[in-house]
């Protein structure tokens, strides 16, 4: 094992403090391991929080900033925060108007925000609402859910209620809002290696010379199925493909996401892109916004995950919008 650390038990502390010194624009409660924009709680807006484990950067904490997340917790590398990180985080963002916890669908992340929520309606009384994030088409059932697991979507619908929530909308159009986007969207992904978590000291997983995996979690877990090495014309096929026979894409706009698992280079990502937007053009599908590059990662692994999510009017002004965190900024 390589790494640039020092303990493998000081690794997300120790990043914390570095996110301090690199960021003034957020505040770190080292303490309870969250991320708050510096303004937080804000006068008249719905509080939003996520987190998740560690080891999956920029998401979530850099997201955290004006038009996107109001605090992030941060778990240990991929464990989830405990109840009492997100206890704490739902009452340093609540203003009155409510808090609203966006929930990838993993086993322990959603049991967790759902007992912090449960605590802080009955000791506080904050309104808390929580939004599950389930996009991906790999799997039904993995090692870490039940049910489709929580992956790319979950950067858009950061982004999207983000600037709706700015706009200070109330907390009810905000789970609405929230609960479409994760219906108008699907991801899958893919790898050429594994990830090594630092406290393990070795790979998740093997991968031979000639070999990959299709729909792996983005905690290295096993995907739908290992085949051969292929070009990236034909990756973009099986990632693809999965994706457009689960949901009719057409014919609205869409926002497509090239997302890069930590290992892999821009060059092959945006050649990755070329072959995923060609598909795109051939299905009849117009492609509105993208992104390109590395937002919901897993560690080191090389590989690559595309999410499409169909947009219309609304969606395309809020993705538009002013953002300034880490992980998206622009219109500021």
């Known amino acids: 094992m390589k790494k640039l ?24 409660d080292h303490a309870n391991r969250i991320l ?16 998740g484990g560690s080891g999956h950067e920029p998401l979530h904490g850099g997201f955290v900033g004006q038009g996107m997340l109001d605090a992030a917790c941060a ?3 991929f464990t989830s925060p405990t109840p009492d990180q997100v206890l704490e985080a739902t009452k340093g963002v609540d203003s009155g108007t409510g808090v609203l916890h966006i929930v990838k669908n993993y086993t322990g992340d959603v049991m967790n925000f759902e007992m912090a929520a449960e605590i802080a309606a009955a000791d506080t009384g904050i309104t808390v609402e929580t939004v599950v994030v389930n996009d991906d088409v790999a ?15 979950t950067v858009m619908l950061e ?40 406290a393990a000291g070795k790979p998740t997983f093997e991968l031979g010379e000639d070999e990959m995996e299709l729909g792996i979690g983005i905690h290295g877990e096993p995907g739908r199925r290992r085949i051969p090495l292929a070009t990236a014309r034909e990756i973009a096929e099986h990632l693809m ?15 497509v996401m090239l997302n890069g698992m930590g290992g ?24 509105a916004r993208n992104l390109v590059g590395n937002y919901i990662t897993s560690l ?28 998206l900024r622009w219109g500021i």
């Open 159 to 198: 982004k999207l209620i983000g600037a709706a929530a700015e706009q200070r909308r109330p907390l009810a159009e905000l789970v609405s809002l929230a609960r479409s986007v994760n219906d108008a969207g699907r991801s899958m992904g893919m790898a050429l290696s594994s990830c090594t978590v630092p």
């Open 300 to 327: 080191e692994m090389a590989g690559c995950s595309v999410t499409v999510l169909q947009a219309d009017e609304e969606l395309i002004s809020l993705w538009d919008a002013p953002v300034n965190t880490a992980g």
């Open 139 to 153: 799997v039904e059932d993995s090692l870490f859910t039940a049910g489709r697991r929580g992956v790319g979507v």
């Open 75 to 77: 778990g240990h590398i």
């Open 36 to 51: 708050y924009r510096r303004d937080a709680p804000v006068a008249g807006k719905v509080g939003l929080v996520s987190g």
């Open 264 to 287: 892999t280079p821009l060059i092959e990502l945006y050649v990755m892109y070329g072959e995923v937007a060609k598909i795109m053009e051939r299905a009849g599908i117009t492609v």
């Open 241 to 255: 493909e999965p994706i457009l026979a689960d949901r009719d894409f057409t014919p609205a706009p869409v926002i």
């Open 5 to 28: 650390i020092n303990n493998p038990d000081d690794v997300v502390a120790e990043e914390l403090l570095g996110i301090e010194a690199a960021r003034p624009e957020v505040r770190v």
